[in-house]
């Protein structure tokens, strides 16, 4: 088609696109042709994006990749997409392309800027402009004014951070190149106005292995239900939870969270795929009250903006309103939002790669977001996403927040997606090319009312007291707070507030600083303010209550004017007092403790059986003995930790450690939440064999392991889909390296992950129970010791339907508290994040083996909802089961949860240090003559 006739057809359609995408440039015409082809239904497709103009001496993705973007079966691998981008860069000053960092596995993180010529020139000077503003103290209104109007705002696109959600790192290379090479009104006006910028993709380790996956498994596919599963691994832990990593564990995370407090975007686009045909996100209750209401009010002006944009041009399907909420702020695009900008975000309609599907809308399409890993998402409490995201539907109801509905049968392609997409972000563009300066203003006075808030509501600040039992935990809060840019000092002299009096050097947040009320949000107790509304994910996260340190709110305002000084970060300095022979490290409950034994393995530990005093110096339980050595000194202050030197070792009961070989057992679905109890003990450099269903069918587990851990999995298909897993289909699906898919086959391998561990793996794993060996199970995995007969006479129910718990904190009892596994807790109660466990009960012989057990009064919910608490009430928490010469370690918690709850780590690494002296059983064994099996097989 001419140029000419291409215009006179969209002046004829669309008139209101018509002066914004009028150009005179040649035309790519294949590309028109080929889109045009690939675009299912004249309707799934706009103005905006069927045509691509031709620029001299500029490359398109064509000419650097070989094909357009949404081509029928293409997925481009991160190398490709960097090449591409930097190309582009190479090709015309007005790219720039930033390293953000490097991941896990050793890849690039690219960030590319698109504006005009000028712009990129002195972007350094319009990052000082948005620096001035996100911090504005000491400025006046006239000079904020002043420094508005030369500013622009950088608007941030994130692609690719769900890998199965593959359109997103697609789309934005086109985007890229038409914002550099199209001449058409709109696009100067978005070099001009805006500095966009680019995260090519927001997980590459995932990219390239699910890219592996698809071009090995799924290019054949003709519908989403083909039986073959995704890929076991996105990024070197975790998968979907990329987007749930509240503390900015994962090293990609959080050099994006670094680039961000660099350059503050005032906006940030979070790109996702699931829901049809196109939600945009507006911000829906429940809402975090404590951020500024311009946010909740610009959301939907965003989101408005690009429905009646897209409903303009016929395309149907695309609302907003419904679906996800603002409750929680964990996500990662959330960066943004708590950080005085805006937290934008998609959800197009997608295949998981880039074949064309016939697909059925009205059940509410491919469900979860990020439900093409290996498990299903499961928001957290239970439903799932429909019911989570509560309104929304499947997206082919007419509702007031979706006029124009999508129909209930569609045939959906790459190019389809790419269409929504890259039109809608073309309209939010548009918005902020003329609107930049609300933008920017809005940004200032969210950054201004942050600060103000700070110095007119309670709680005016939070102390963190000096003196702590183990200061290491306090550390971890500070410097999360720190890695979030929130400013934290250290009080130079005693600290006198109506709140109490705390010692100097107590750690001190006041709120009158540009990220006080994320401080705020993070350290509150959340108090959810509807029950009747579900949410996407947890409703609390609370870090004292998390990390069970000391952390008050103060409403006195005196807090403002404490002199302190700032603290880069907190380094927890450990001492050695006095000397002697023998060197006695306090179990003060410090999470280092078991670093300390592996980074001295060679070293004969004992750990005293109860507390004792020695040279004036209480012992607690579990205190470790060891020779006086400078190498064990110098651990012990590099890890924080207290110690006492000795004459001589106390008159107490004592034991060896021995460090257990163990083996973490993971399904080849589940490994995400392994991967999160994987990344604990990694970092407090535990050792352990990860294996899967092929090493516990082999056998003979106790020749080789001590401890076997089973991470919380199966969620709530149970214990059955531990041992069963993914559905064998009758072909084999292998995960494992090749010379073509390199990606494939790290963190462990298989000839094929389908089929479980069956009823031979449970048999194995029973026998290893029954000759001595420990099992450790966490969460949902507590299931399967019950079900599957290891426990058997442990009951594991479900709750009710009308049950409802999305990760609140609660109180739990300790019931045993000389057990082993508590040294280093102090006290009887303690907070502990609900975790979805199962609902323990032991026979009446088996009142011991409870070691914690819940009260399930309302008055022991600490923070977030918690519906249907009754259901738990006096329900066990942890069991310590006999069963044969071994152990069943049964945690309803989850001890290991997103590397949040470390103040219940201890309980698990207890178990670990200590697996081979769990108290002797002292009640009616496991399985009592009379129950059908004997007590020793
Ligand atoms: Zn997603």
Redesign the pocket.
């Known amino acids: 088609m001419k140029v000419s006739q291409r215009l006179a057809v969209s002046l004829v359609v669309v008139g209101a696109a018509f002066t914004l995408a009028q150009t005179t440039q040649p035309q790519d015409e294949e590309f028109a042709r080929s889109v045009k082809e690939w675009t299912t239904s004249p309707q799934f497709m706009s103005p905006l994006v069927d045509h691509l103009p031709k620029a001299a001496g500029i490359p398109s993705p064509k000419d650097v990749l070989g094909y357009y973007i949404g081509a029928p079966k293409k997925l481009t691998y991160t190398a490709d997409i960097y090449r591409y981008y930097r190309a582009l860069a190479a090709a015309s000053k007005r790219v720039k392309v930033f390293t953000a960092g490097q991941t896990d596995e050793g890849r690039e993180q690219i960030i590319t800027a698109i504006a005009d010529e000028d712009t990129i020139r002195n972007l350094d000077t319009y990052k000082g402009y948005l620096a001035r503003l996100a911090d504005p103290r000491g400025l006046t209104e006239t000079e904020a004014r002043g420094i508005i109007a030369q500013a622009k705002p950088i608007y941030l696109f994130m692609g690719g951070?769900?890998s199965s959600?593959t359109g997103p790192p697609e789309m934005l290379m086109e985007l890229a190149y038409r914002l550099v090479a199209e001449d058409a009104p709109l696009y100067a006006q978005i070099r001009k106005n805006v500095i966009v910028m680019i995260m090519a993709t927001a997980e590459p380790d995932g990219r390239d292995r699910y890219v592996d996956w698809y071009y090995r498994y799924k290019t054949a596919s003709e519908s989403e239900n083909d039986g073959i599963p995704g890929p076991p691994y996105w990024g070197k832990y975790i998968y979907?939870d990329n987007?749930r990593d509240i503390n900015y564990s994962q090293v990609t995370m959080r050099n994006w969270l670094k680039f961000y407090l660099q350059w503050h975007p005032p906006i940030m686009h979070d790109l996702?795929?699931?829901q049809p045909l196109l939600y945009t996100f507006s911000g829906q209750a429940p809402q975090n009250p404590t951020l500024d209401p311009i946010l909740y009010a610009e959301l939907p002006w965003f989101s408005n903006f690009e429905m009646t944009k897209l409903i303009s041009y016929g395309m149907p399907g695309v609302w907003d309103h419904a679906f996800v909420d603002m409750w929680s702020p964990g996500y990662l695009g959330f960066m943004s939002s708590n950080h005085n900008g805006m937290l934008r975000m998609y959800e197009t309609f997608g295949n998981g790669g880039a074949n064309t599907m016939r697909r059925n809308l009205g059940g509410g399409g491919r469900g979860g977001?990020?439900g093409g890993g290996g498990a299903a998402a499961e928001p957290a409490g239970g439903p799932g996403p429909e019911a989570a995201g509560g309104r929304g539907g499947g997206g082919t109801e007419r509702e007031w927040y979706r006029p124009l509905p999508a129909p209930r049968q569609v045939n959906w392609s790459m190019r389809n997606n790419t269409n929504y997409m890259e039109t809608a972000v073309l309209s939010a563009l548009e918005l902020t090319a003329n609107f930049s300066q609300t933008i920017l203003e809005n940004f200032y006075k969210k950054s201004r009312n942050s600060v103000e808030s700070g110095r007119s509501e309670a709680p005016y600040g939070y102390v963190l007291p000096a003196g702590q039992r183990d200061m290491t935990r306090v550390a971890f809060i500070v410097n999360i707070l720190r890695l979030q840019g929130i400013e934290v000092g250290r009080a130079n002299a005693q600290v006198k507030l109506n709140e109490g009096t705390f010692p100097a050097g107590s750690l001190i947040v006041k709120r009158d600083q540009p990220y006080g009320r994320l401080a705020k949000i993070l350290l509150e107790v959340q108090k959810y303010p509807d029950p009747s509304l579900r949410t996407y994910d947890d409703t609390a996260w609370t870090m004292g209550l998390m990390s069970h340190a000391e952390v008050h709110d103060i409403a006195d305002k005196a807090i403002l004017n404490v002199p302190v000084t700032p603290v880069d970060t907190l380094q927890v300095q450990g001492e050695v007092k006095g000397e002697g022979p023998v060197t006695a490290v306090l179990e003060n409950g410090s999470n280092s403790l078991i670093t300390l034994l592996y980074r001295l393995k060679d070293v004969k530990f004992e750990s005293i059986e109860q507390p004792a005093t020695a040279g004036g110096t209480n012992l607690p339980a579990g205190s470790l003995l060891a020779p006086a050595s400078p190498r064990l000194t110098s651990e012990i202050d590099k890890l924080g930790l207290k110690a006492v030197a000795l004459a001589s070792a106390p008159d107490v009961a004592k034991h060896t450690v021995t460090l257990p070989r163990i083996a973490m057992y993971s399904t080849w679905s589940g490994t995400q939440d392994t991967g999160w109890v994987r990344y604990a003990l990694d970092q407090f450099e535990v050792k352990y064999d990860l294996i899967y269903k092929e090493r516990v069918r082999q056998g003979s587990l106790k020749g080789s392991y001590d401890l076997i851990l089973m991470p919380s999995q199966g969620g709530r298909g149970g214990a059955k889909s531990i041992v069963f897993d993914i559905e064998s289909r009758g072909k084999a699906v292998a995960y494992d390296k090749t010379p073509q898919f390199k990606n494939l086959g790290m963190y462990g391998e298989s000839p094929d992950i389908t089929g479980g561990m069956g009823l031979a793996g449970v048999t194995e794993i029973d026998k290893f129970v029954q000759q001595g060996g420990v099992l450790v199970t966490l969460g949902a995995s507590s299931y399967f010791p019950a079900e599957f007969g290891i426990t058997h006479t442990v009951d594991a129910a479900r709750p009710s339907a009308q049950f409802y718990a999305p990760g609140p904190i609660v109180e739990a009892d300790i019931t045993r508290p000389t057990h082993p596994i508590f040294y280093g807790y102090t006290d009887r109660t303690l907070p502990v994040r609900y975790a979805g466990g199962p609902l323990l009960r032991v026979p009446a012989e088996g009142r011991r083996w409870v070691l914690m057990q819940y009260p399930g009064t309302d008055k022991s919910v600490l923070s977030g909802l918690f519906k249907g608490v009754a259901e738990i009430r006096n329900r066990p928490a942890i069991l310590d089961v006999p069963s044969g010469q071994g152990h069943v370690v049964m945690f309803a918690t989850n001890p290991a949860y997103r590397w949040q709850n470390l103040g219940e780590f201890g309980m698990l690494a207890n178990a670990l240090m200590h697996w081979d002296d769990l108290p002797k059983p002292d009640a009616a064994p496991e399985r009592p003559s009379g129950t059908g099996a004997g007590a020793e097989r």
């Open positions: 951070l769900h959600e979907h987007n996702h795929e699931s977001e990020g």
